[in-house]
């Protein structure tokens, strides 16, 4: 009899991108997987499931996640402002850095980020204009991200990871009890 381990597959989502990614990887819920001895079966905490006939066996049937059950997270979003409260850099323009690094284009960029071609590089250009330093170059038919983009996107997902810890750690320290049941 291989032991069952039921995983809140969305448990490692904590921002837009960790989002889109875990529902692009996992669109149909539940997902259910064999490693080694253990079966592993990963559901969205939101909702109730009727697991096909092989998880029902081991589980007993329909999984769901009652109210007692449920916990509150804090969530947190931060972005760069200049002094006359334009933005700078978030996760708007994070995701579009992002995209186009991985796409090489503006206009595959713009397209997946449901953006016109022109707000995606006014939001690029703006930025470049309030910090004085170029984000993207042309490359033959596509874009790139300059070396001081790179830098900035791996500096700007330090100081979310920062932020979004101390969020934690104070949430639970000065806040969290309040929403007990």
Not at 65 to 72: G, I, R, V
Not at 153 to 179: G, P, W
Request: net charge positive; aromatic share 12%.
């Amino acid at each position: 009899e291989i032991p069952y381990y039921i995983t809140p597959g969305n448990h490692d989502v904590h921002s837009v991108q960790t989002r889109d990614i875990f529902y692009e990887r996992y669109p149909k819920m539940p997902f259910a997987i064999t490693f080694k001895d253990s079966r592993f079966i990963l559901l969205d905490s939101g909702g109730i499931y009727n697991l096909g006939d092989n998880d029902a066996a081991f589980t007993g049937g329909p999984v769901s996640f009652d109210d007692e059950q449920k916990q509150f997270v804090i969530r947190s979003k931060i972005w760069v402002e200049d002094d006359q409260g334009n933005v700078i850099f978030g996760e708007g323009r994070y995701r579009i850095l992002e995209s186009i690094e991985r796409l090489s284009s503006l206009q595959a960029a713009a397209k997946e980020s449901k953006m016109s071609y022109r707000a995606l590089w006014g939001r690029i250009k703006a930025s470049e204009k309030r910090m004085g330093k170029p984000l993207v170059t042309r490359e033959g038919r596509g874009s790139k991200l300059t070396p001081f983009a790179k830098k900035l996107m791996t500096r700007y997902q330090k100081i979310q990871n920062c932020v979004h810890r101390e969020s934690d750690n104070n949430y639970n320290d000065l806040i969290a009890d309040c929403f007990e049941k």
